[in-house]
């Protein structure tokens, strides 16, 4: 009984602490999506030129590192959060998964931008999916369709992380 007392202390203690942690975003924090498609698809193409996929598939490995999601839900959530679109898996193989990247914001960038990149959410899920599993991954291709991105990130079973 009294190891079950401990256990049950140790969880209310848990969410305790989860509820004190600040949110990644909060609501005042949130910027018009127009603002974010301003500076995402014009302004840092415009700076970065044709480096803009690399550095920000780079910088989307950097975000994940920053922001470890442990659970798919998680991943889910934070996409949602960060205005990324809805995130869902659609395909686990043996050393790869495909996910979906869908919704409005999705949809809106598809539409109003041709050129419109996908490379920071790539590099963000190939460095979640790497923490997770526990082997290095990359973000293999992403393709665009009319309303939805699919994303297919790779991992290598035979190079485990230390």
């Not at 609501?27 to 014009?42: A, C, H, M, S, V």
């Not at 899920?125 to 291709?141: D, F, S, V």
Request: charged share 30%; aromatic share 10%; proline share 4%.
């Amino acid at each position: 009984m009294e190891q079950r007392e401990k256990q049950e202390l140790d969880s209310l203690e848990e969410v305790e602490k989860e509820e004190e942690r600040p949110s990644a975003v909060t609501q005042e924090e949130t910027i018009p999506l127009f603002g974010y498609e301003l500076l995402r698809d014009i302004v840092l193409p415009d700076i970065l030129g044709k480096e803009t996929d690399n550095i920000s598939y780079w910088a989307g490995k950097n975000i994940a590192r920053v922001y470890p999601q442990p659970s798919l839900a998680d991943l889910q959530t934070f996409f949602i959060r960060a205005g990324w679109g809805t995130l869902t898996l659609k395909k686990e193989q043996r050393s790869s998964l495909e996910f979906e990247l869908s919704g409005p914001s999705v949809e809106r960038r598809l539409h109003n931008k041709e050129t419109c990149s996908f490379q920071l959410e790539a590099g963000f899920l190939a460095e979640q999916i790497q923490a997770q599993k526990g082997y290095t991954a990359e973000a293999e291709q992403w393709k665009k369709y009319r309303n939805k991105v699919v994303l297919s990130i790779v991992y290598d079973r035979r190079d485990i992380l230390v």
